[in-house]
């Protein structure tokens, strides 16, 4: 495998430097960063119930765990939340990843729980609360009143994070050239690059930008990642 180069030109990533324990590597970005600066604080100061949306891959649910160990939250994930017992809750921030896959009267009695005092909940999901279907009125109302915060798509900045860290975690050391390749080239998400670094991985070869440019461009097992 080829080294690493250390040119003057060579991409730097604006790695975020203040961000908790458990946090190394996340970089903040236009696509990311009202997200980061409203959790921030959060919540410290007024509790309640936020939500952070985006599409697949984007990082969301990578922040939501960055601010679960931060302030010591329980972690739920989407259905799972129906079998936990309130009593373990209350008075204590939660996560809720897949949010909108859990049950009305569950996320209702969460948004509940939410309001006592320590309490908060946090809701990843791909879409606003504001935009869910729901039968229950009250729980209605109480989606409507969510703050809720976007992610975007990785940016260049982001994607070229997650490439560089899939690499990494592989020995990887591509050429200069083939990060900036990629990145015209895969879709934008955390699953575009661990598959198309895979793939790379897979064929045993020093990764140059030729043999970036036969993976995405004559069409390996993970095209349907790519643009």
Same mark, same amino acid.
């Given at each position: 495998m080829t080294a690493r180069p250390t040119a003057p030109d060579q991409m730097r990533l604006p790695l975020q430097r203040d961000l908790p324990e458990g946090a190394e590597g996340f970089v903040v970005s236009d696509c990311n960063r009202a997200a980061v600066e409203a959790l921030e604080d959060w919540p410290n100061l007024i509790g309640g119930v936020m939500a952070i949306c985006g599409p697949a891959g984007c990082g969301k649910s990578r922040l939501a765990q960055i601010w679960a160990?931060?302030?010591?939250?329980?972690?739920?994930?989407?259905?799972?939340?129906?079998?936990? %017992?309130?009593?373990?809750?209350?008075?204590?921030?939660?996560?809720?990843?897949? *949010?909108?896959?859990?049950?009305?009267?569950?996320?209702?009695?969460?948004?509940?729980?939410?309001?006592?005092?320590?309490?908060?909940?946090?809701? &990843?999901?791909?879409?606003?609360?504001?935009?869910?279907?729901? !039968?229950?009125?009250?729980?209605?109302?109480?989606? %409507? *009143? &969510?703050?809720? &915060?976007?992610?975007?798509?990785?940016?260049? *900045? &982001?994607?070229? *994070?997650?490439?560089? !860290?899939?690499f990494a975690e592989r020995g990887i050391r591509p050429q200069k050239d083939v990060i900036p390749y990629l990145l015209r080239r895969i879709d934008r998400s955390a699953a575009a690059a661990a598959a198309v670094v895979e793939t790379l991985d897979a064929l045993h070869k020093p990764v140059t930008r030729a043999l970036a440019r036969e993976v995405v461009d004559d069409g390996h097992e993970t095209s349907d990642l790519f643009d």
């Open positions: 160990e931060r302030v010591g939250a329980v972690a739920l994930h989407g259905a799972e939340a129906a079998l936990i %017992d309130p009593l373990e809750i209350e008075g204590r921030p939660v996560l809720l990843d897949r *949010a909108k896959d859990i049950d009305d009267e569950t996320l209702f009695h969460l948004i509940n729980l939410a309001q006592a005092p320590g309490g908060a909940l946090l809701m &990843v999901a791909r879409s606003a609360p504001s935009s869910w279907t729901v !039968a229950l009125p009250d729980l209605r109302s109480r989606l %409507d *009143a &969510v703050i809720s &915060v976007p992610m975007e798509a990785p940016d260049d *900045a &982001v994607l070229a *994070a997650m490439l560089d !860290a899939r």
